[in-house]
């Protein structure tokens, strides 16, 4: 559905994107991530054919990026596209005729994708009355009104409560579940763990590592994280380098690369004579998968 293949982009002296290549499968959830300046954001523009590229190819569709293809393409930027004083019906379908559907497909499309979001009976509510969450949804009832193929969805629960968010992780879902394609850009982990079945990772206009997030994995040559809280950290880490565990630092924990897998029992055994607070056991996590990529680079 979407393919990039060795995109460049340059602002003046500053390279953004690097021979960028990626492939979107139909009815698949991509997930970019990536810090802020890692290029995303210069990445959506090209697809959406609001930025020329220096060199590279883009096609969505098969289709060379172009005036045609934007009709094709539907996206939710970070900041809503709403008219706070008008009602959501009126907001679907202003978009509904900038994407130029006619009288009859606007009133079809306008009720089903407010459905689509869960907001039909919220259809002659002004933007202002609603709930952060549901401004989102509407957000995302914009970039669906013309029945596009592929969706970008550009941090799409940023700044909202828990509840929000899983409101939003269950229509990304149900999306998927339609046969869309999405492109998701998010800074939350978790939520790319439990959307995504493909990852890239960018940085410096580059992707560092692609795949599913068990795929990502044998980028950490480990079975588990093992996170210690001790008041000896310097002893901790000597011992567990002779045992042969791989010490990292993730915030403030002190956390060890285990080859293989131990029993509780073992472990402890390893750290005989140190003082430890607590153990705990974690599985590889795309944040330890992520902070190991952009960090050594």
Known sequence: MLYIEKLNKSFKDRQVLQDLTLYVAPGE?????????????TTINIICNLLQADSGIVKVNH??????????????????????????????KFFAKIYGLNRIERQKQ???????????????SPVETLSGG?????????ALVHQP??????????????????????????LKNQGITILLTTHFLDEAERLCNKIGILKNGQILA???????????????????????????????????FTPRRYGSDLSFWLPEHLELKEIIARFDGIHIDSISRQPIRLEHIYLELTQKC
């Open 29 to 41: 959830i991509y997930g970019l991530l990536g810090a802020n300046g890692a290029g995303k954001t």
């Open 63 to 92: 289709q060379l990026v172009s005036e045609a293809t934007k009709k094709i393409i539907g996206i939710a930027p970070q900041e809503n596209l709403l008219y706070r004083g008008l009602s959501c019906e009126e907001n679907v």
């Open 210 to 244: 692609e795949g599913s997030l068990e795929e990502l994995r044998t980028c950490i040559p480990a079975k588990e994280i093992l996170v210690v809280q001790t008041s000896e950290a310097e002893k901790a880490i000597a011992r567990a380098i002779a045992c042969g």
């Open 149 to 174: 193929k592929l969706v970008i969805l550009d941090e799409p629960t940023t700044g909202l409560d828990i509840e929000a968010r899983y409101e939003i992780w269950e229509l990304i879902r149900q």
């Open 110 to 124: 306008v009720k089903a994708t407010l459905k689509a979001v869960n907001l039909l009976d919220r259809a002659k």
């Open 134 to 142: 549901m401004q989102r949804r509407l957000n995302i009832a914009v």
